[in-house]
């Protein structure tokens, strides 16, 4: 299908508010400032994923949701937010906490 439609976009907010809300409490703390840093980017474009949803302009809110869970991802797996979660972070059970 090649529509994004409002159900897309609602699992799509609820997979990376999971996230967030995992990530969040899960900085490492001796690099709490790329840390924040990574969290800051990614809560923006959350943000803005419902800006652009708002204005009815579903293919930049699915972007930028993207965008948001992309930076968690990537923060992970750097180590930089300490989660084992492999359904919602590219990490698996051999990474350390």
Do not use: C
Not at 9 to 26: G, H, Q, R, S, V
């Amino acid at each position: 299908m090649n529509l994004i439609t409002d159900e897309k976009l609602d699992k799509y907010f609820l997979i990376t508010k999971e996230a967030l809300d995992m990530a969040k409490p899960a900085m490492d703390q001796k690099r709490l400032d790329h840390a924040k840093d990574f969290f800051d980017m990614a809560s923006r474009y959350y943000s803005d994923a419902y800006f652009f949803r708002d204005k009815k302009d579903y293919v930049n809110a699915f972007a930028a949701l993207n965008y948001a869970h992309g930076w968690l991802d990537a923060g992970a797996r750097i180590r930089l937010f300490k989660v084992t979660d492999d359904r919602l972070f590219t990490v698996d059970e051999t990474y350390e906490v």
